[in-house]
């Protein structure tokens, strides 16, 4: 497990380029909460969630609630510790494995495997990630790498080619995700 400075007790992003929005979060040991509102294509959406991790920062439950024009959604995860997974209740096998959760609306959750894992520099680590989509709140397997550059930036690649390098602060969050996501305080 990777060693970071304390968590500051909150942390904003604001979106950039494709999502025009922002991300608040409230850090706290063993849980993350937080709001992001934004405007994707045209459609807004507004997500709250909590995240309570175990203390190897493995994703244990994520409440998350979706607001669209079509209304409020909500769905619960929940993990083992080790890989395995339910949504709302049922098993959730296509999971099976997974360890971090990553939202779609959220800059903060690309923290996870950076505090998890010891990543020495230059080595490259495969952490795929349960992706919940912001407006749908659709639940699915995301594959992503983190290749540690230095103490602070790691190249960052996911599927369908995506790829930037992303920069962290002392306390392991992210400061620069080109493309998506600056934090501001």
């Given at each position: 497990?990777?060693?970071?400075?304390?968590?500051?007790?909150?942390?904003?992003?604001?979106?950039?380029?494709?999502?025009?929005?922002?991300?608040?979060?409230?850090?706290?040991?063993?849980?993350?909460?937080?709001?992001?509102?934004?405007?994707?294509?045209?459609?807004?959406?507004?997500?709250?969630?909590?995240?309570?991790?175990?203390?190897?920062?493995?994703?244990?439950?994520?409440?998350?609630?979706?607001?669209?024009?079509?209304?409020?959604?909500?769905?619960?995860?929940?993990?083992?510790?080790?890989?395995?997974?339910?949504?709302?209740?049922?098993?959730?096998?296509?999971?099976?494995?997974?360890?971090?959760?990553?939202?779609?609306?959220?800059?903060?959750?690309?923290?996870?495997?950076?505090?998890?894992?010891?990543?020495?520099?230059?080595e490259v680590v495969t952490?795929?990630?349960?992706?919940?989509?912001?407006?749908?709140?659709?639940?699915?397997?995301?594959?992503?790498?983190?290749?540690?550059?230095?103490?602070?930036?790691?190249?960052?690649?996911?599927?369908?080619?995506?790829?930037?390098?992303?920069?962290?602060?002392?306390?392991?969050?992210?400061?620069?995700?080109?493309?998506?996501?600056?934090?501001?305080?």
């Open positions: 497990m990777a060693t970071h400075e304390p968590l500051p007790p909150f942390a904003a992003w604001r979106f950039v380029d494709a999502v025009d929005g922002f991300e608040v979060a409230y850090l706290e040991p063993g849980r993350l909460r937080g709001h992001t509102t934004a405007v994707e294509d045209g459609r807004p959406h507004a997500v709250s969630y909590e995240i309570t991790l175990d203390d190897r920062w493995r994703t244990r439950t994520v409440q998350v609630t979706s607001d669209t024009v079509a209304g409020l959604r909500s769905t619960v995860l929940r993990s083992d510790g080790d890989g395995g997974w339910t949504v709302d209740g049922v098993r959730a096998p296509h999971l099976d494995g997974l360890v971090d959760v990553d939202l779609e609306a959220s800059a903060c959750t690309n923290t996870l495997p950076v505090h998890r894992l010891a990543m020495p520099v230059g952490a795929a990630a349960v992706y919940v989509q912001a407006s749908d709140l659709v639940v699915r397997r995301l594959d992503q790498t983190y290749r540690r550059l230095d103490g602070h930036r790691f190249g960052y690649t996911s599927e369908g080619g995506f790829a930037a390098v992303l920069a962290y602060d002392d306390a392991g969050l992210v400061v620069d995700y080109p493309g998506i996501a600056v934090r501001f305080a």
